[in-house]
């Protein structure tokens, strides 16, 4: 390996190479090289490192705006979804109410009144007249029961005459 250094483009690397060659004995053997930049290092690489992290800043803060912009417009677009799909929702509803509507006048106007109620009514009438009717033919035949009754028991009661029963 050689020792030897390719002339450095700026002050800056003309400096640091400077550092790094051996230190001789002989002030006179070292080339002096006129400064150019400031001769405090630490603040030189933080300016370094300060204007590395303002770009990188701004490459963030555009990334975040248009972020926030997508962001928005997704928001945007949610809500005129939610709308829509509201719209169609009370549209169907109405459509499902406007049908049950017409369903029912057309069934009023196909039946009209409903005919059987009279009809109805008078079978309600007739059966519980019916209902009462054969209540009354059930106690005459359990009175009729109950006189057969006495009479097949006690032969004494009988109408007929003993002698012509055979």
């Given at each position: 390996?050689?020792?030897?250094?390719?002339?450095?483009?700026?002050?800056?690397?003309?400096?640091?190479?400077?550092?790094?060659?051996?230190?001789s004995s002989d002030f006179a053997a070292t080339p002096m090289i006129p400064l150019m930049a400031p001769v405090d290092r630490t603040n030189t690489s933080m300016r370094m490192l300060i204007h590395d992290m303002q770009a990188t800043l701004e490459k963030f803060s555009t990334r975040v705006d248009t972020l926030l912009i997508n962001v928005k417009d997704a928001k945007t677009e949610v809500v005129n979804c939610n709308r829509i799909s509201e719209s169609e929702r009370e549209r169907v509803l109405d459509e499902i109410s406007n049908n049950s509507k017409k369903v029912q006048t057309e069934l009023k106007a196909c039946i009209g009144a409903p005919?059987?109620?009279?009809?109805?009514?008078?079978?309600?009438?007739?059966q519980s007249s019916a209902e009462n009717s054969i209540q009354a033919l059930n106690k005459r035949i359990d009175a009729i029961q109950m006189v057969l009754h006495v009479f097949t028991t006690n032969p004494a009661l009988s109408?007929?005459?003993?002698?012509?029963?055979?």
């Open positions: 390996m050689s020792t030897e250094r390719k002339p450095a483009p700026n002050a800056l690397w003309a400096y640091l190479l400077q550092k790094d060659l051996p230190a005919s059987q109620a009279s009809s109805l009514e008078l079978v309600q009438k007739s109408l007929v005459h003993p002698a012509d029963r055979l």
